[in-house]
Every structure is written in structure tokens, then in C-alpha cells.
Nanobody
């Protein structure tokens, strides 16, 4: 079983920065892809960024502002978010794909005020 715990969310003014972390524990064998998703009020959950091996992929709206990274030794993943905008407000979820199955954390709320 895999446990994912997000941290680092909060309230920030537009233009500010936040750093989200995801700590993974349990049986991590077989995990190949890790990523961040977000869900804004009234909207569907959307992909923000993923990292698989050495390859990173970002949704267009965050390119150049967000950076995803992974520390395999510490079993952590981070999302550095800069130049935040009010439209980035959402619950951010840590996601891993293990043996083809999607596993999720409980999420952390990011609120960007204008």
C-alpha cells in the first residue's frame, strides 16, 4: 500500500510563490510516474505537471512558472510554483502511477488572492 501526503498549501497574493511537497511511503516499488493535479471549485480535476524518469510535462497554463521535481532517495516530490495567479487557486493533489494504477493524496489547498 502507498500513502501520499501533500503539504505546503496556503494563501498567497498574486505574484507570490509556494512550494508544495508530496511525501510517499509504503510499498513504492513499481512507481514510474508521479505528478500533480489540481481541482478548482466547480471544475474537473486537471493535470498540472508530471515527471517520469527524467522527463517532465506541464500544462500550458503553468509552463515557465511551475517546476516539478522528484527526490527518489527521500521519496518526495515537489512543485515549485512562482508568479502565482488567482486562476491557480485549487486543491492540489499528488498522484503516482504504480503498476498502472492511479493513487492519490488527499490534497492541499492553494488560494491565490488578487
Amino acid at each position: 500500500q502507498v500513502q501520499l501526503v501533500e503539504s505546503g498549501g496556503g494563501l498567497v497574493q498574486a505574484g507570490g510563490s509556494l512550494r508544495l511537497s508530496c511525501a510517499a511511503s509504503g510499498n513504492l516499488f513499481g512507481i514510474n510516474t508521479m505528478g500533480w493535479y489540481r481541482q478548482a471549485p466547480g471544475k474537473q480535476r486537471e493535470l498540472v505537471a508530471v515527471i517520469s524518469g527524467g522527463t517532465t510535462t506541464y500544462v500550458d497554463s503553468v509552463k515557465g512558472r511551475f517546476t516539478i521535481s522528484r527526490d527518489n532517495a527521500k521519496n518526495t516530490m515537489t512543485l515549485q510554483m512562482n508568479s502565482l495567479k488567482p486562476e491557480d487557486t485549487a486543491v492540489y493533489y499528488c498522484n503516482v502511477v504504480r503498476w498502472g494504477m492511479n493513487l492519490w493524496g488527499k490534497g492541499t489547498l492553494v488560494t491565490v488572492s488578487s
